[in-house]
């Protein structure tokens, strides 16, 4: 017993999961998607003209940036953040790396699976040189028509393109397609990690047979940029790219710097989650430990049973036998967002209990020796089997003089495995 204990415990697996950027089904049945509003919202922006923020559209009563959603970052700071958007190339893109190059400015390229599959070394060159890799979808759909299931697909198929062509994982930064959202969909991008990122300036510049031109482009966001400001370029743009230079150097030259999306919001925070695969019936509740860069957060956990092939919370930790699965919130600090782990399964299995089996020596009188047994485990039945002193088993306790040997056994529960004690000896004196 003693070895086998010490084998499990040197065999016991820890998982250790740190927040991911594309969560599995076990992360998204937490949330019942049906209960937020699907209707469709098409990005827009209200303008000042003295160069304040912009109003957007918004659901009313919502407020995006619950849900990790931005359109300016910091309104405080003369800052400005370079995003383009990569549905393919267009023979710029090269061109815009160069002079991104040259002036040390870190920008953000929003891809999508085609723009990943086509142009791997574009892509690997972005991760080289220090930009930010978003997520851009497959298809490039108007998210709110398709399903919850279909909508994360979308995601995670370009999360894995990534990761294939350069190693790495791709940024967690997400641009809706069309601009189109609902809070739906901006809680399942947070769930997945992803910080949605609009816009607070946009030329009408994707369609590369209808170019408005470099000087237009240029002259509409000299009217329109903001501190904070998050100018929408297109990459396949003639218009777009070729109004970087002269962008970058007049926002220079007004003593604004050039950030990126690292700033947006708190930086998310990390969780990790400590179980081991498997644990023993002891009766006590079960309850993992984090790891987490939230310090002084609070940490809540979610378990989970999955009944008739459904997820299922349940109200409080287990300890019962069976399998079950958890996941740890933190809670947001000054310095860092919420922070969620991924789903983690363990199992409680039946506890193997013990016996304790004392026989004690006596003289004849006819009568059968009285056996104690000290249990642990909530066993139905505790049984005694007797043997003779060459191992042979009798049918009954014995009541002659001899030496003789027994043995407690008890019936396994729902919650403890069938249990044998040792074999002990007494001697029935003439």
């Known amino acids: 017993m003693k070895k086998k204990s010490i084998m499990k ?51 009313k009563g919502v407020d995006i940036t619950e849900y990790d959603a931005y359109y300016v970052g910091d309104t405080s700071d003369k800052v400005i953040y370079l995003t383009f958007d990569c549905g393919y190339d267009n023979g710029y893109t090269t061109g815009v790396l160069d002079y991104l190059k040259k002036k040390g400015i870190k920008a953000a390229f929003f891809v999508t699976k085609d723009f990943v599959d086509k142009q791997p070394d ?49 940024d967690p930064y997400f641009r809706p397609p069309e601009g189109a959202y609902s809070v739906r969909t901006l809680k399942l991008y947070q769930d997945m990690g992803y910080k949605t990122v609009f816009w607070s300036f946009a030329a009408r510049d994707w369609d590369v047979n209808n170019q408005p031109g470099a000087d237009t482009v240029y002259n509409s966001f000299m ?32 003593g604004y710097r050039f950030g990126t999306l690292n700033e947006l919001g708190k930086p998310d925070g990390e969780v990790t989650v400590n179980i081991d695969t498997t644990i023993e019936y002891t009766g006590h509740a079960v309850k993992p430990t984090v790891t987490t860069t939230n310090e002084g957060a609070n940490v809540t956990y979610s378990y989970y049973e999955k009944i008739d092939g459904k997820y299922t919370k349940i109200s409080a930790a287990p300890k019962l036998p069976g399998l079950y699965y958890v ?44 056996p104690s047994v000290k249990k642990k485990g909530d066993y139905e039945k505790v049984y005694c089997r007797y043997y003779d002193a060459d191992g042979n088993r009798l049918s009954a306790a014995p009541t002659e003089p001899g030496v003789y040997y027994a043995q407690a056994y008890a019936y396994k529960t729902k919650l403890y495995k069938k249990c044998v004690s040792e074999k002990v000896s007494f001697e029935i004196f003439a």
């Open 223 to 254: 009217q329109r940029y903001c501190n904070g400001s998050i100018p929408l370029l297109h990459i396949i743009s003639s218009s777009s790219t070729g109004a970087v230079k002269p962008i970058v150097e007049a926002m220079e030259e007004k």
């Open 327 to 370: 996941t740890a919130i933190v809670d947001a600090t000054d310095s860092y967002g919420l922070a969620k782990s991924e789903v983690v399964h363990f199992h409680i299995t039946r506890g193997t209990g013990s016996l304790v089996l004392t026989v004690p020596d006596k003289k004849y009188d006819g009568e059968k020796p009285v």
């Open 9 to 59: 415990r040197l065999a016991a697996v820890v998982l250790t999961v740190t927040m991911a950027l594309s969560w599995t089904v076990g992360d998204v049945f937490a949330t019942d998607y049906s209960s937020y509003s699907n209707d469709r919202v098409g990005w827009g922006l209200v303008y000042t003209t003295d160069h304040s923020t912009p109003g957007g559209s918004f659901p």
């Open 122 to 170: 574009l892509v690997r060159r972005m991760r080289d040189e220090g930009h930010i890799i978003g997520n851009h979808t497959v298809r490039h759909k108007d998210m709110t028509t398709l399903s919850v299931s279909d909508a994360k697909n979308e995601l995670i198929q370009v999360a894995a393109a990534v990761k294939e062509v350069t190693g790495t994982k791709i």
